[in-house]
T-cell receptor, first 113, second 109 residues
Framework: NAGVTQTPKFRVLKTGQSMTLLCAQD?????MYWYRQDPGMGLRLIHY???????AKGEVPDGYNVSRLKKQNFLLGLESAAPSQTSVYFC????????????FGDGTRLSIL | GQNIDQPTEMTATEGAIVQINCTYQ??????LFWYQQHAGEAPTFLSY??LDGLEEKGRFSSFLSRSKGYSYLLLKELQMKDSASYLC??????????WGAGTKLIIKP
């Protein structure tokens, strides 16, 4: 019953450091997404993937990179962290882009000092 | 531009009924979702509407009017555990989900 699993759950970085957020889903979903959630704002799409080996930019992709080497995993990288990237990051997956809902992980709370 | 509007915060009493409204202006429409998000947790799916009318699921119902760009989520027999944020999201013509900022619902005894 794992669904979507994100690691780590919390992280504090210094400006300029790099890190990778991991997302794994066990539902055999084709589509995967990375969002950020900031106070007073809706979820904003960073990058998404429509299948293994594919990635595409979302609404706010700058400063982030992603990879989907395996169908079940979707990685989000911060190359040089900035304080503006302090946020809660959610990974989600869905079977398609139509009526099927997205299933979310528990989130990663990231602070950049 | 694309826009989804929801009230920022609402307060209701345990056992009562509350209606949370959502209006949208998007490039195309391919369905509307409502999600519930408890503080510090992930959003979880509540309902989906693609045709006009009311969809009922237990204590929760969701209504859609595509001509008015309007939806509401109706919560009946409110319980303390219903205290959460409720997110409205619209699938646009490119099948991207556009999210509202959410409505924080506070339930008082």
């Amino acid at each position: 019953n794992a669904g979507v699993t994100q690691t780590p759950k919390f992280r504090v970085l210094k400006t300029g450091q790099s890190m990778t957020l991991l997302c794994a889903q066990d539902m055999n979903h084709e589509y995967m997404y990375w969002y950020r959630q900031d106070p007073g704002m809706g979820l904003r799409l960073i990058h998404y993937s429509v299948g293994e080996g594919t990635t595409a930019k979302g609404e706010v992709p700058d400063g982030y990179n992603v990879s989907r080497l395996k169908k079940q995993n979707f990685l989000l990288g911060l190359e040089s962290a900035a304080p503006s990237q302090t946020s809660v990051y959610f990974c989600a997956s869905s079977q398609d882009q139509g009526p099927q809902p997205q299933h979310f992980g528990d989130g990663t709370r990231l602070s950049i000092l | 531009g694309q826009n989804i509007d929801q009230p920022t915060e609402m307060t209701a009493t345990e056992g009562a009924i509350v209606q949370i409204n959502c209006t949208y202006q998007t490039s195309g429409f391919n369905g509307l979702f409502w999600y519930q998000q408890h503080a510090g947790e992930a959003p979880t799916f509540l309902s989906y509407n693609v045709l006009d009318g009311l969809e009922e699921k237990g204590r929760f119902s969701s209504f859609l009017s595509r001509s008015k760009g309007y939806s509401y989520l109706l919560l009946k027999e409110l319980q303390m555990k219903d205290s959460a944020s409720y997110l409205c999201a619209v699938t646009d013509s490119n099948y991207q989900l556009i999210w509202g900022a959410g409505t924080k619902l506070i339930i008082k005894p």
